[in-house]
């Protein structure tokens, strides 16, 4: 089985910063990791995700994350969030046979104020 | 990413009326189908697995007779509120996944109000 602890329910910030949103993971198997987004009132968007190879992962809207399998973390990056990044982001792992279900973190809100 | 639709995206219903929420995955065959149901500024909690063709598999708490989920199709799956109740007001999100494939897509979300 696994787990997602994503450390902060919330993170404001200001417009144009940078922001780093933490994921950490326990698993005793191989991982997959993903990164969603959540808007209000609307499903889940994937961002990103890293299944093997490179630990570095871009993904859409200018976000990338790092796989660092020694600190079992998969923390969320963007060098400068706009009004629009303001919403609720999902850290998910699952083991890596393709078959099993996501297990979720319980979400971070990231707040962008001018 | 994959295309998912769902039907309604807001439905407000009486006490005791059943509900019924349509997925469809609309660009690949959902082998499998997850409903998740989202309380306000929570996680989403899995709900059940649906194979295309059997019986749903349901999490633990979850009562199988009161969420009845059909699966008929690789395009196509249902979840059904049975009497539905104010405690099952949610936000109910379907998600689809082709046979290996290891990413899930999600549904837009549907917003049950049960009064």
């Known amino acids: 089985a696994q787990s997602v602890t994503q450390l902060d329910s919330q993170v404001p910030v200001f417009e144009e910063a940078p922001v780093e949103l933490r994921c950490n993971y326990s698993s005793s198997v191989s991982v997959y990791l993903f990164w969603y987004v959540q808007y209000p009132n609307q499903g889940l968007q994937l961002l990103l995700k890293y299944l093997s190879g490179s630990t570095l992962v871009k993904g859409i809207n200018g976000f990338e994350a790092e796989f660092n399998k020694s600190q079992t973390s998969f923390h969320l990056r963007k060098p400068s969030v706009h009004i629009s990044d303001t919403a609720e982001y999902f850290c998910a792992v699952s083991d890596n046979s393709g078959y099993s279900t996501l297990t979720f973190g319980k979400g971070t809100m990231l707040l962008v104020s001018p | 990413g994959a295309v998912v639709s769902q039907h309604p995206s807001r439905v407000i219903c009486k006490s005791g009326t059943s509900v019924k929420i349509e997925c469809r995955s609309l660009?690949?065959?959902?082998?499998?189908m997850f409903w998740y149901r989202q309380f306000p500024k929570q996680s989403l909690m899995l709900m059940a697995t649906?194979?295309?063709?059997?019986?749903?598999?349901?999490e633990q708490g979850v009562e199988k007779d009161k969420f009845l989920i059909n699966h008929a199709s690789l395009t196509l799956s249902t979840l059904t509120v049975t009497s539905a109740h104010p405690e099952d007001s949610s936000f109910y999100i379907c998600s689809p996944r082709w046979d290996g494939g290891e990413t899930q897509y999600f549904g837009p979300g549907t917003r049950l109000l049960v009064l």
């Open positions: 649906s194979n295309e063709g059997s019986k749903a598999t349901y």
């Open positions: 660009d690949f065959q959902a082998t499998t």
